[in-house]
């Protein structure tokens, strides 16, 4: 099998931290390279576009995808605010149509759910003390951790920050992400483990 290069285009710091430390690890057992290319905020949905249009015309990627939260999308994101009840069926289907409008073959998007902290949710079991506690009567509300609501107060960062005491979310962000492995998150996360699967499979 010839090893691929992909490039993933992600949210920030920590996705980035993600992408090297953990998935890169996990997909080179495909023979899958990553390269993942921070975003570090941006404000318009065609600066994205931009961004992933040039990266999909180096020659060195065979593959472009994308890690970016669905919370805090730019407003002008194709069908952000299409009317679907069912949460993986409205994001399946404004993924889809922002491949449909970048329209290159090597490129598919790919939202975190609600955003890349749910994935810390996976596994309550790594916490320490009174934190596991907490972390396990969040998950009490929600199906998955890819439910855990996506408003400015209870986004999946903001309860984290609320429940670890001096949360940062590269450093203990990246420690619990280790701790809890990326089979976990794929169990527990089932938008987030068919992004990977098809990646196994490009």
């Known amino acids: 099998m010839m090893r691929q290069n992909i490039f993933i285009i992600c949210e920030g710091q920590t996705e980035y931290m993600f992408i090297k430390k953990i998935l890169s690890p996990y997909m080179k057992n495909y023979e899958k390279t990553l390269y993942p290319i921070p975003l570090n905020g941006v404000s318009r949905y065609k600066s994205i576009k931009k961004i992933i249009v040039n990266v999909c015309k180096l020659k060195t990627c ?9 919370y805090g999308m730019p407003c002008d994101t194709p069908f952000l605010y299409i009317n679907e009840s069912n949460i993986y069926k409205k994001i399946n289907r404004i993924e889809k149509e922002i491949n449909l409008d970048i329209g290159i073959s090597n490129f598919s ?11 810390l949710f996976s596994d309550p079991s790594v916490y320490e003390g009174e934190y596991k506690g907490e972390v396990y ?10 439910y855990i609501n996506n408003s400015v107060e209870t986004a999946p960062s903001k309860r984290l920050i609320k429940i670890v005491k001096g949360y940062n979310k590269i450093r203990i962000g990246m420690y619990l992400a280790e701790k809890i492995g990326i089979e976990k998150m794929m ?5 987030f483990r068919n992004w990977v699967d098809d990646l196994v499979k490009i």
């Not at 009567?137 to 890819?146: C, D, I, M, S």
């Not at 169990?187 to 938008?191: A, G, S, T």
């Open 62 to 70: 065979d593959y472009v995808t994308t890690l970016i939260d669905y």
């Open 109 to 119: 998007f790919h939202f975190s759910l609600h955003e890349f902290e749910a994935l």
């Open 137 to 146: 009567k969040v998950l009490e509300n929600f199906p998955n951790p890819e």
């Open 187 to 191: 169990l527990r996360c089932p938008h």
